[in-house]
């Protein structure tokens, strides 16, 4: 994993992120346990949404797959065919708003490369 881009609103425990049908990736939630630095003050679930576009998803044409199945069992193999296989090094099939979570232990490939 490297760092590419840095969020413009904070997020801590209880924040998540969704991959979206398109690529893009849905970040939400934080839950601030102090609204200051003295801890005096409760804080407030962050309510604000952020959507992560990664730079590959604008250059030309992103690779186009056919044939496999609908489903894939956990463990199970499949085939797909493309045009563009010389050009792809590797591949991931996330299913769309596949879930992560900021506390995420197992090994699930993560959206954020």
Do not use: C
């Not at 991959?19 to 609204?35: H, I, T």
């Not at 409760?42 to 959507?51: A, D, Y």
């Not at 576009?53 to 894939?72: C, E, K, M, Q, V």
Request: net charge positive; charged share 20%.
């Amino acid at each position: 994993m490297r760092r590419v881009a840095d969020p413009e609103v904070g997020r801590n425990y209880h924040s998540g992120s969704i991959l979206l049908p398109d690529g893009r990736v849905l970040a939400f939630g934080g839950d601030s346990l102090f609204a200051d630095k003295t801890k005096s003050r409760p804080g407030r679930f962050e309510q604000r949404l952020e959507i992560y576009t990664s730079p590959y998803l604008y250059r030309n044409s992103r690779p186009a797959l056919a044939g496999g199945h609908s489903t894939i069992s956990l463990g199970a193999t499949a085939t797909f065919r493309t045009p563009d296989a010389s050009a792809i090094k590797t591949a991931r099939l996330i299913h769309p708003s596949s879930t992560t979570h900021v506390t995420e232990s197992s090994s699930a490939p993560s959206p954020w490369v």
